[in-house]
């Protein structure tokens, strides 16, 4: 009896913790909800991002600068698993800026649900902020989304999104930064983007 009483424990340990899962089936989502996925933007602290010149550094530098995941999806055009990113359900105010050189990118107003495991917005804070790019790998026509600053990919922009601009920037969580936008900075940009893309009717 001895012998098979801490498998015992170890079973009612393993109850406990799923019928706790099973009665705030939220709590996971909850607390995977953060203003970016860990360690993303500690290369930031403490640097004056707009004095740097972003497009000079290289990839020795981006590769120590980064997280592994982040390095893959910035660097290596990645993507991510799909309802695995800390920004996913961050429902905050403020901008999303780009986690490798710290430029607004898009405003939490823009953000909306869009069921595919990516964080979503329907425009940036302004058409200088991203930059466009054809992109046909995996067999067809897709628009890259990049950060015109730094060149970080991010995602891909479709035309199934919502009202005003009818557009859909599926965006890598591990490629955000969720900040407190300062007063009447990061307005969205309300004004379609140039160009067509091939949607796939999902992401990435």
Known sequence: MKRKLPLVIAALLVFVGLLAVQLN????????????????GEHLVGVDVDAVDWKAKDNTYWEAALTPAQYQVCRKAGTERPFTGATLNNKKDGVFACSSCGQPLFPAETKFESGTGWPSFYAPVSEESVTINA??????????????????????????????????????????????????????????????????????
């Open 25 to 40: 089936p939220g709590a996971h989502a909850a607390a995977a909800a953060a203003d970016a996925d860990p360690g993303v």
């Open 135 to 204: 992109d046909v790998s995996m067999g067809m026509l897709r628009e890259e989304v990049v950060c015109s600053r730094c060149d970080a990919h991010l995602g891909h922009v479709f035309n199934d999104g919502p009202k005003p601009t009818g557009k859909r920037y599926c965006i890598n969580s591990v490629c955000l930064l969720r900040q407190d936008a300062p007063a009447a900075d990061a307005k969205p940009q309300a004004s379609p983007s140039a160009g067509h893309s091939q949607d796939d009717g999902h992401g990435h």
